[in-house]
């Protein structure tokens, strides 16, 4: 069965470093999203990106995050600046058909430190 | 807004208990509704959905059903196994703009020999 495949499983980085996370969607799959649950808590919905653009970002999604889909296989989150309070496990996912079908992968458990 | 309230948690039940999990929604119209499972250490895996009311969802021995005139989609299980320890996440879909998931704060469940 196809998978959303993420990398790094697991970063550790210092407060205020750039980070990259890495995603490769489902290959006919044209919805793409990131979600995050901080430890313990819920998971947020931070961003869709459809047709090569952001359609919806929540609030938590300010300046110091972009998306960037560079070469129609991956879908990367860049953090530009960490906080410690950027802590959480990030979950990419992508769908054929919106939010009727979406395959999630594995995560990346960010530790900001 | 549309929303997803889930029963607190921790869970701890015995092997062979009859397991529930209440969920109960906010929302307009009549969306698609999703229990998610997390195994410990993996990502997001769906578990069983329900497209519309009186629908009930199966799978792995898990049951939900569509409860309009209640707004809950209650997830049950008749016999619960220790590899049912996990976090379970009831979720809906935002089919506007996006098409994101809202979900509940989950419920840590854990299942004792």
């Known amino acids: 069965e196809p998978e959303v495949t993420q990398t790094p499983s697991h970063q550790v980085t210092q407060m205020g470093q750039e980070v990259i996370l890495r995603c490769v969607p489902i290959s006919n799959h044209l919805y793409f999203y990131w979600y995050r649950q901080i430890l313990g808590q819920k998971v947020e919905f931070l961003v869709s990106f459809y047709n090569n653009e952001i359609s919806e970002k929540s609030e938590i999604f300010d300046d110091q995050f972009s998306v960037e889909r560079p070469d129609g296989s991956n879908f990367t989150l860049k953090i530009r600046s960490t906080k410690l309070e950027d802590s959480a496990m990030y979950f990419c996912?992508?769908?054929?058909?919106?939010?009727?079908?979406?395959?999630f992968g594995s995560g990346t458990r960010l530790t900001v430190v | 807004g549309d929303s997803v309230t889930q029963m607190e948690g921790p869970v701890t039940l015995s092997e062979e208990a009859f397991l529930t999990i209440n969920c109960t929604y906010t929302a307009t119209g009549y969306p698609s509704l999703f229990w998610y499972v997390q195994y410990p250490g993996e990502g997001l895996q769906l578990l069983l959905k329900?497209?519309?009311?009186?629908d009930k969802g199966s799978n792995k021995g898990f049951e939900a059903t569509y409860r309009k005139e209640t707004t809950s989609f209650h997830l049950e299980k008749g016999s619960a196994q220790v590899s049912d320890s996990a976090v379970y996440f009831c979720?809906?879909?935002?089919?506007?703009?996006?098409?994101?998931?809202?979900f509940g704060q989950g419920t840590r469940l854990t299942i004792n020999p």
């Open positions: 979720a809906l879909p935002i089919l506007q703009g996006a098409q994101k998931l809202v």
């Open positions: 329900a497209t519309k009311a009186d």
């Open positions: 996912a992508s769908s054929a058909q919106g939010a009727r079908g979406y395959t």
